[in-house]
C-alpha cells in the first residue's frame, strides 16, 4: 500500500458530522494532492455506491469507496472523528473513516487496497494504534504499513499451536456481485471469528478481477466448507464430499459465528453436500444459497436472474446506441446499408448509421445472452453452449425474448440430466468440454426447432399483436400492474421481472412494446425521487442519515437507480413500500394513457430527447412522485403518538407533550 496515503491525506480530527461531509472533506485533500479531478463528480460516485449498502463494518469504521473516472491514481485519505458518523454498522457510528478511490475500470489497484485494509482493520492493535496516534505523518506510515511488524500477531506461531491442538478446519469462499469490499469484509470477518473459536480457517475470495484458489491439500485436509457468496460459486467439485453451509455474503460479514457453529454441527453429524457436474453444482441446484436450498420457484426465479443480469449490457448498450442514433439521423436511419461499405466521415447520416449498426450488433446478442446464462446459472459451465444455440434458434424461428427463456430453461434441464448420468472414470474429463455441449446441443435444437419454437414464436406474435393493440382502460390496466412490479421490491425479482419484459419488445421494437417500455422506466424513477423530495419538504419525519441518503436519491431516481429507495424501504418498510407502489402506479397508468414511448432502455432524465411525448412523459414521472411522496409524508406522519419522541432537523430526539 505504499504511496496510496501520505501525511497530507491523513486528517485526525475530522469535523464532520455526516457521512457525505466527511467524504466531501476527505476528497477535497485528494483534489488538492493532484489525486481527484472533480470533486463533486468524484463525490456523486462515491454517494451512488454508498446508497447501493451502507459502508460500516463493526468496530467503529467506515470504507466509502468507488471506482471514478475523475480519480487519477488509486488513493486513500484517513479521517479520525471526535463525535463519530453513522456509516450504517449495526454496531454504531465509526471513528475512523478510510476514503477509497480507484481509477475507473481498475479493478487490480481498488482489490489490492480494500483486501489489504480490510485485512488489517480486523487487528484491534493496529486500530487501536489509529486511534491513539497524534501525528498525521505517522498515521499515513502505519496504514501504509511501514510499523507492520508490531501491529500483526504472529501467523507461524498461531499456525503451529493450531496444529499442535489438532483444531477444526474450515475452508470458505466469498464473493459478491462486484467482487470488492464485500468479497474481503465476509473474508476477514470469518477469519477474525475462527481466531476467537480457535478454528483454522482459510479462505478463497472470488472477486471481479479473479481469485487465487486453495490448495487442494488445504481443501482436502479441511472438516467443512463455508459457502458466503451473492454470485455463483467458482469450480465447486473442489469441494466435493464436505459438509458445506451456504449462505449469502451478509451473513458472512454479520454472523461469522454462527456460520462457523453450523459448520462444526454439520460436521458432527457427519453431513456430506454432494456436489455434480463440472462447475460443482449441488445436485438440483444452482449454488446461490436460496436456489440450492429453496423451492422450485425460488430456484426458478435465480434462474431467470441469473440471465437477465448478464442481458443488461447488451441491452443498456445497443439500445442506447440505437436511440442515439434514432436522435442523430431519424427513425429511417434503421434502413441504412451497411458503414462497411458505405461510410462518409463528414456526413452526420453515415455516423447515425454507424451508431445503429453497432447497436443492432450488440441488441442480437440479447437473445442468446439471456438463454446461455439461464442454462448456466443452472448447470454451469458445460450449459453455456447448448444456451447460446437454442437462444440463437430462438430468433431463427422468431420466438423471440419469450424462445430465449424457454431454450435456456430447457438447456439448464437437459445438462442437468446427462450429469447425473454415471460414466466411466476415463470419460469424465471429456464430459464437461465435448460430450455434454454436444449432446445437449443435439437435444435443445430439436426441441427448439421442431418441438416447441413454433409455438412460442405464435405465443410472441399473439403478445406483440395485443400490445400494439392495447389503447384505453387495457393501456392503462397494463401500466398499473407494471408500476406495482417496478416499485415493490426496487430492484428486486419483481422489478427485473417488468424491466426484462420491457426491454424484450426492444429487441423487435413495435408501438405497443415502446409504450411499455416508458411506463417501466417512468415507474422505476418514482420511489427514490419520491424519497428524495420527502426528505426535503418534511425533513423532521426522517433521520439524519435518511436525509443524507435523500440528496443521493436525487440523482439516483433522475437517473432510473430504482435502489435509490431501499435505504429508506429497509428502516420502514410498512410505509415506504405501499407509498411508492401507489406512486409507481399513478406513474405507469399515466404514461400509457398520455402514449408515451422509449427506445432506450435505460438512462432516465438524460435521454427524454428520445422519448415520444416527453413534456407528458416528465408530468407522469412527476405527479406519480407527488402522490408517493403525500402518502408516506402523512403515514410517517400518524405514527406519532401525544407522547412520541420525534426527530428535529438536527436529528436529535425531543418528547411531545400530551
Known amino acids: 500500500m505504499s504511496e496510496l496515503i501520505t501525511a497530507d491525506l491523513v486528517d485526525l480530527d475530522l469535523s464532520a458530522e455526516t457521512k457525505s461531509e466527511a467524504a466531501r472533506s476527505l476528497a477535497r485533500r485528494m483534489v488538492a494532492a493532484g489525486r481527484v479531478t472533480d470533486l463533486d463528480g468524484f463525490l456523486a460516485d462515491v ?49 475512523l473513516v478510510f476514503l477509497i ?82 468479497t474481503y469484509m465476509a473474508a476477514e470477518s ?44 467458482r469450480e465447486k467439485a473442489r469441494f466435493a464430499g464436505k459438509p458445506v453451509v451456504d449462505t449469502g455474503v451478509k451473513a458472512g460479514i454479520n454472523r461469522p459465528a454462527e456460520l462457523i457453529a453450523e459448520a462444526r454441527h ?128 430462438a430468433l431463427t424461428v422468431d420466438a423471440g425474448f419469450l424462445g430465449g427463456l424457454v431454450a435456456g430453461l430447457l438447456a439448464g434441464s437437459v445438462v442437468m440430466a446427462i450429469q447425473r448420468v454415471k460414466v466411466h472414470p476415463t470419460l469424465r474429463g471429456i464430459m464437461p468440454v465435448l460430450v455434454i455441449p454436444l449432446l445437449a446441443s443435439i437435444a435443445v435444437g430439436f ?41 415493490f421490491d426496487m430492484g428486486g425479482p419483481l422489478n427485473k421481472v417488468a424491466y426484462a419484459f420491457a426491454v424484450g419488445g426492444l429487441a423487435d421494437p413495435t408501438p405497443g412494446s415502446l409504450k411499455v417500455m416508458a411506463a417501466v422506466m417512468a415507474a422505476g424513477m418514482v420511489p427514490p425521487l419520491a424519497m428524495a423530495l420527502a426528505t426535503t419538504v418534511r425533513r423532521g419525519l426522517f433521520t439524519r442519515t435518511e436525509r443524507e441518503n435523500g ?35 399513478v406513474t405507469g397508468a399515466l404514461s400509457m394513457a398520455f402514449g408515451c414511448t422509449l427506445r432506450a432502455p435505460h438512462g432516465g432524465v438524460f435521454v427524454v430527447p428520445l422519448i415520444g411525448e416527453p413534456l407528458l412523459y416528465l408530468l407522469a414521472v412527476a405527479v406519480g412522485t407527488a402522490v408517493s411522496t403525500a402518502l408516506v409524508v402523512v403515514l410517517k406522519g400518524m405514527r406519532r403518538s401525544p407522547d412520541a419522541s420525534v426527530r428535529t432537523d438536527d436529528g436529535a430526539e425531543v418528547a411531545v407533550a400530551a
Open 47 to 95: 454517494a451512488a455506491r454508498e446508497a447501493m449498502m451502507p459502508t460500516g463494518l463493526d468496530g467503529g469504521i467506515g470504507i466509502p469507496h468507488c471506482r471514478s473516472e475523475h480519480v487519477t491514481a488509486p488513493t486513500l485519505a484517513f479521517g479520525r472523528s471526535t463525535r463519530g458518523i453513522d456509516f450504517g454498522a449495526a454496531d454504531g457510528p465509526a471513528d
Open 101 to 182: 478511490a480507484a481509477p475507473a475500470g481498475a479493478d487490480d489497484d481498488h482489490l489490492t487496497i480494500l483486501s489489504a485494509l480490510a485485512r488489517r482493520l480486523m487487528d484491534p492493535a493496529f486500530t487501536d494504534a489509529l486511534r491513539a496516534e497524534g501525528d498525521p505523518g505517522s498515521a499515513a506510515a502505519l496504514i501504509r504499513g511501514d510499523e507492520v511488524s508490531a501491529a500483526v500477531p504472529d501467523p507461524e506461531g498461531a499456525a503451529a499451536d493450531a496444529e499442535a491442538a489438532k483444531p477444526f478446519r474450515i475452508v470458505a469462499v466469498t464473493s459478491c456481485p462486484t467482487g470488492i469490499a464485500h
Open 190 to 233: 470469518l477469519q477474525a471469528a475462527a481466531r476467537t473459536e480457535g478454528v483454522v480457517l482459510d479462505v478463497e475470495t472470488q472477486g471481479s478481477a479473479g481469485f487465487e484458489r486453495l490448495d487442494p491439500a488445504v481443501i482436502a485436509a479441511a472438516d467443512a466448507v463455508i459457502w458466503a457468496h451473492d454470485v455463483d460459486v
Open 266 to 393: 454439520k460436521a458432527g453429524r457427519g453431513e456430506i453436500t454432494e456436489i455434480s457436474g463440472d462447475g460443482g453444482e449441488p445436485a438440483g441446484g444452482t449454488g446461490g444459497s436460496a436456489a440450492a436450498s429453496g423451492h422450485f420457484g425460488v430456484r426458478l426465479r435465480t434462474y431467470l436472474m441469473s440471465g437477465v443480469s448478464y442481458m443488461v449490457p447488451f441491452v443498456a448498450a445497443g439500445g442506447l446506441l440505437i436511440a442515439l442514433s434514432f436522435a442523430i439521423g431519424g427513425y429511417e436511419i434503421a434502413s441504412a446499408k451497411s458503414v462497411a461499405d458505405h461510410f462518409v466521415w463528414g456526413e452526420t447520416a453515415s455516423w447515425a448509421a454507424l451508431l445503429n449498426q453497432i447497436g443492432t450488433a450488440a441488441f442480437g446478442f440479447l437473445v442468446p445472452v439471456l438463454a446461455g446464462y439461464i442454462a448456466y446459472g443452472m448447470a454451469d459451465r458445460p450449459a453455456l453452449v447448448p444456451g447460446f444455440v437454442g437462444g440463437a434458434i
Open 447 to 487: 426441441l427448439m426447432f421442431i418441438v416447441v419454437g413454433k409455438p412460442i414464436a405464435s405465443l410472441q406474435n399473439a403478445l406483440t399483436d395485443w400490445l400494439n393493440g392495447l389503447s384505453g382502460s387495457n393501456a392503462v390496466i397494463l401500466g398499473i400492474v407494471l408500476g406495482l412490479m417496478m416499485c
Open 551 to 585: 440528496r443521493a436519491a436525487w440523482v439516483l431516481g433522475a437517473s432510473f437507480i430504482t435502489e435509490g429507495a431501499i435505504p429508506f424501504a429497509a428502516a420502514d418498510p410498512l410505509r415506504v413500500i405501499p407509498s411508492v407502489m401507489a406512486g409507481g402506479a
